[in-house]
Nanobody, 124 residues
């Protein structure tokens, strides 16, 4: 069973940084590719980044490239999202998700398990 819990959200000024964590209490974390999504206020959920089970492959949304970095530590059953140079447009609830699929995907329907989300607010 995969149970994902995000942490690390909060309020930060524009230009600042945050690191989100997503921990899995199950035993099969290393077999899943992991993704980060976000839902800005009043908008649909959107893809942010994803990482393969080994960490060797990553994909990012254009909005996250060069500012965000996704990584994972399979020994700690945790995936991270390092966010730098934050902008007010990055304000959203951030979700991590796990996918059984072999391909690192941007599509939310391919993810089987979701965390409860963590709020990130970037002030101008």
């Amino acid at each position: 069973q995969v149970q994902l819990v995000e942490s690390g959200g909060g309020l930060v000024q524009a230009g600042g940084s945050l690191r989100l964590s997503c921990a899995d209490s199950g035993r099969t974390f290393s077999s899943y590719s992991m993704g980060w999504f976000r839902q800005p206020p009043g908008k649909e959920r959107e893809f942010v980044g994803a990482i393969s089970w080994s960490g060797g492959v990553t994909r990012y949304a254009d909005s996250a490239k060069d500012r965000f970095t996704i990584s994972r530590d399979n020994d700690k059953n945790t995936v991270y999202l390092q966010m730098n140079s934050l902008k007010p447009d990055d304000t959203a609830v951030y979700y991590c998700a796990a996918s059984r699929g072999l391909v690192v995907t941007t599509h939310s329907y391919a993810y089987n398990y979701w965390g409860q989300g963590t709020q990130v607010t970037v002030s101008s």
